[in-house]
């Protein structure tokens, strides 16, 4: 409290000095409602949560969001796909076919799957731009 009144004396503290209540609690950090950040379950809430968000940020799962107002605008949306992801996911699909399904019905799959991965290649190749050697070993 001598500090409180030594900003009091040099008029660092205007109007009434606040009470140790409020200088150990101040209202400004008091919790307002709910946070996406609380964790009541302690620790292992708090280490699930963080398993998640790399889960998502490594691409093993995607976050869905809910909101019913966003619906009409994520049905209208597109996704953005890499080459790289659609090879990935193509390839992906062909082994769930293999290890999946009726012989007959996973093998028309399969081809399919293949056929669209090479047009998908097709694709690549046309959009890709010729580099010199030296650009791409990074020489002046």
Same mark, same amino acid.
């Given at each position: 409290?001598? $500090?409180? #009144?030594?900003? +009091? ?10 009470t140790i209540e &409020?200088?150990l609690?101040?209202?400004e950090e008091?919790?307002? #409602?709910?946070?996406?950040? &609380?964790?009541?379950? =302690?620790?292992?809430e708090?280490v699930?949560e963080? /398993?998640?968000q790399m889960?998502?940020?490594? =691409?093993d799962i ?20 890499t080459f790289t ?13 293999l /290890?999946?399904? &009726?012989?007959?019905? $996973?093998?028309?799959? $399969?081809k399919r799957?293949?056929?669209f ?9 046309r =959009?890709?731009k010729q580099t010199?050697?030296d650009?791409?070993?990074? #020489? +002046?």
């Amino acid at each position: 409290m001598d $500090s409180i #009144g030594g900003l +009091k004396s040099r008029n660092r503290i205007f109007g009434e000095p606040p009470t140790i209540e &409020e200088l150990l609690d101040p209202v400004e950090e008091r919790e307002v #409602g709910d946070h996406d950040y &609380e964790f009541p379950g =302690g620790d292992n809430e708090i280490v699930e949560e963080v /398993q998640r968000q790399m889960a998502i940020e490594r =691409g093993d799962i995607m976050e869905v969001d809910s909101d019913s107002e966003d619906s009409d605008e994520d049905e209208n949306a597109t996704l953005e796909y890499t080459f790289t992801q659609v090879f990935t996911l193509c390839q992906q699909l062909e082994d769930a076919c293999l /290890q999946f399904g &009726e012989l007959e019905l $996973s093998f028309d799959l $399969s081809k399919r799957l293949w056929a669209f991965r090479a047009c998908v290649r097709r694709e690549e190749i046309r =959009g890709a731009k010729q580099t010199t050697i030296d650009s791409y070993f990074g #020489g +002046k």
